[in-house]
């Protein structure tokens, strides 16, 4: 939970630490992760967050919530189902790039036919982020205006896992320039952006859709 910066759901952790058994604690810390990158990803306000928390956590210390099924029960309708999770997705920028790494790293690995993926996070060392359309672009992105440049830069479709060398080496150059960088990855999300032929807006959100079609089976709202 760490590496997603939150710190709302603790009490509800502690109430369920002297409460709840030890497989049952092993789910909750599973779909805990799950609910707060939903959480994050769609926009829910923290002060929203501690008030349902805190809810949730008195009923489990008077007895009332025994699993992590009674509690997903209690939190029905203040998680984001997989329709709105996966809409908004499909929109998110990531300015963080913590965050952003965790998300793709996630999405690769589930794209890859892994299990559980999302409980090992990166930790950037091996691996950074490239954003593919610069924020400051020069002559070889003149068909992209330093508006949307701005709005799209930090988008996750515009994001993409590479390794550390490699990233600092192409550095803001053309698409063009970095299309061999990218189809050399050995990340299939990212060498899959080597298939346009032009990175323009268009492009950046047509693939932020397929990669928010991965969402639902990365950060599942249940756990088993």
Same mark, same amino acid.
């Given at each position: 939970?760490?590496?997603?910066?939150?710190?709302?759901i603790?009490?509800l952790?502690? #109430?369920a630490?002297?409460?709840? *058994?030890?497989?049952?604690m092993?789910?909750?810390l599973k779909?805990?992760?799950?609910w707060s990158?939903?959480?994050?990803?769609?926009?829910?306000?923290s002060?929203?967050?501690?008030?349902?928390?805190?809810?949730s956590?008195?009923?489990? *210390?008077?007895?009332?919530?025994?699993?992590?099924a009674?509690?997903?029960?209690?939190?029905?309708?203040?998680?984001?189902?997989d329709e709105?999770?996966?809409a908004?997705? &499909?929109? #998110?920028?990531?300015?963080?790039?913590?965050?952003?790494?965790?998300?793709l790293?996630?999405?690769q690995?589930?794209?890859?036919?892994?299990?559980?993926?999302?409980?090992?996070?990166s930790?950037?060392? &091996?691996?950074t982020?490239?954003?593919?359309?610069?924020?400051?672009?020069?002559v070889?992105w003149?068909?992209?205006?330093d508006?949307d440049?701005?709005?799209?830069?930090?988008?996750?479709?515009?994001? #993409?896992?590479? #390794?550390?060398?490699?990233?600092? &080496?192409?550095?803001?150059?053309?698409?063009s320039?970095k299309?061999?960088?990218?189809s050399?990855?050995p990340?299939s999300?990212?060498?899959?952006?080597?298939k346009?032929?032009?990175?323009?807006?268009?492009?950046i959100?047509?693939?932020q859709?397929?990669?928010?079609?991965?969402?639902?089976?990365?950060w599942?709202?249940?756990?088993?």
């Open positions: 939970m760490r590496y997603l910066g939150v710190t709302q603790r009490p952790l502690l #109430a630490f002297g409460e709840f *058994s030890k497989k049952e092993e789910k909750l779909v805990s992760v799950n990158v939903r959480f994050l990803i769609s926009g829910v306000p002060g929203n967050l501690e008030g349902y928390y805190s809810r956590a008195k009923k489990i *210390s008077e007895g009332n919530i025994k699993t992590v009674d509690l997903t029960k209690d939190m029905a309708g203040v998680v984001p189902d709105k999770f996966i908004a997705l &499909a929109t #998110a920028s990531v300015p963080v790039a913590s965050f952003a790494r965790y998300y790293r996630t999405l690995v589930v794209q890859d036919g892994m299990k559980e993926p999302m409980y090992v996070p930790d950037g060392k &091996a691996v982020l490239e954003h593919i359309l610069p924020v400051n672009t020069g070889d003149k068909y992209i205006s508006e440049a701005k709005a799209y830069y930090n988008r996750l479709g515009n994001q #993409a896992l590479l #390794a550390g060398t490699v990233n600092s &080496a192409i550095g803001n150059v053309g698409f320039s299309k061999e960088a990218l050399a990855s990340f999300l990212t060498n899959d952006v080597a346009w032929s032009v990175w323009d807006v268009s492009a959100a047509e693939r859709k397929k990669l928010a079609s991965l969402g639902a089976k990365a599942p709202l249940t756990v088993k």
